[in-house]
């Protein structure tokens, strides 16, 4: 299995991902656009977690439908390789599924982005 079939596994089937911008949804377009990925470090600085109720609620039922949501937010530094390193948000749903044996967790939204401050 390649890595990037391995990451979709993670999703949703309908999940989307936003880079930078770019909307990427379905696990196909997402193994495509993980397969594009030059190779990264990670460096995460911060991560917060924040189970997803009351106002929120009206999203969580157009992202997750009935199933306990989780709000995670981190943030640090990437360095993808031949190129410099960036500050980076990154926040994402986390859905509980139930099976008859188990609960897996998948993620239904996505949400990436570069938080350099621009050169002046």
């Known amino acids: 299995m390649t890595m990037s079939m391995a990451l979709t596994r993670l999703y ?3 999940a989307t991902l936003i880079w930078n911008g770019n909307v990427v949804t379905g696990l196909d377009a997402l ?3 993980f397969e594009m990925l030059p190779s990264s470090e990670f460096q995460v600085n911060m991560l917060d977690c924040q189970p997803v109720h ?3 609620r009206v999203f969580q039922e ?3 439908p009935s199933q306990t949501t989780v709000l995670v937010v981190t943030s640090g530094i ?3 390789d031949g190129n410099k390193q960036h500050y980076f948000n990154q926040n994402f749903l986390l859905s509980a599924h139930s099976t008859l044996n188990n609960t ?3 993620i239904a939204s996505d949400c990436f982005r570069f938080q350099d401050w621009a050169s002046s």
């Open 31 to 33: 193994a495509n656009f």
């Open 104 to 106: 897996v967790w998948k």
């Open 78 to 80: 990437v360095k993808f």
């Open 54 to 56: 009351g106002k929120i």
């Open 12 to 14: 949703l089937d309908k």
């Open 62 to 64: 157009q992202a997750t």
